[in-house]
């Protein structure tokens, strides 16, 4: 004769249908690192990287933080496709990359809105934000794109650069995928 417990099958039930819900909670958010350890995560699982730029005071980076980085399409899909980098362009913190160490020598403590531009934001070419700066598996510079962008206009980036970008683009490849791309995230 075999004895159950009389809560058996309601742990048996929670943990089937707990299930989805941990692997879904695991995708609520964007996985941002800092880009140090983005290029070390490189070394083990080559990815593209994405790097969001921006600064305390920017509205459109922070409509694009709380509209488009927190849509469930572009987290499950940076997730899988990049590593996320979040850099404050006006930051103290200083960056290695290339070899080389990047700082904020004007930086001010206690400055309410603009601080001085951190070297690194220089040196990717960053002349407004938002930008997304896009790198290779080899941490090395694509491109940068600034600007506000919604779910559906960084799907096509997003896309481009993680499944067609090999080594430079040709214009007329680029041009011919951008106007034969849908958008499928909501």
């Known amino acids: ?5 009389p809560f058996s099958s309601v742990l048996l039930f929670v943990a089937i249908v707990g299930m989805p819900w941990t692997a879904f909670a695991q995708q609520t958010s964007v996985n ?7 290029i070390e995560a ?3 699982e080559p990815r593209k990287i994405i790097m969001d730029v921006y600064t305390q005071w920017c509205g459109p980076c922070k409509m694009m933080m709380r509209n488009t980085f927190t849509n469930g399409d572009v987290i ?3 997730n899988a496709n990049y590593y996320a980098v979040k850099f404050d362009a006006e930051s103290q913190a200083s960056v290695t990359y ?8 004007g930086w001010k403590p206690n400055v309410r809105g603009r601080n001085s531009t951190h070297q690194l934001s220089r040196a990717l070419g960053v002349n407004a934000y938002p930008t997304l700066v896009y790198f290779d ?8 794109i600034s600007g506000y962008k919604t ?8 896309k481009f650069f993680a499944e067609k970008y090999a080594d430079g683009v040709q214009q007329g490849q680029w041009e011919k995928y951008r106007d034969s791309f849908s958008p499928s995230f909501q």
Do not use: C, G
């Open 98 to 105: 290339q070899d080389r160490t990047f700082e904020n020598p």
């Open 1 to 5: 004769m075999t004895v159950r417990h």
């Open 137 to 144: 598996e080899n941490s090395t510079v694509i491109t940068p």
């Open 32 to 38: 941002w690192m800092s880009l140090e350890e983005a």
């Open 42 to 44: 490189q070394k083990d």
């Open 76 to 78: 499950s899909y940076l």
């Open 151 to 158: 779910p559906q206009q960084l799907e096509l980036y997003l």
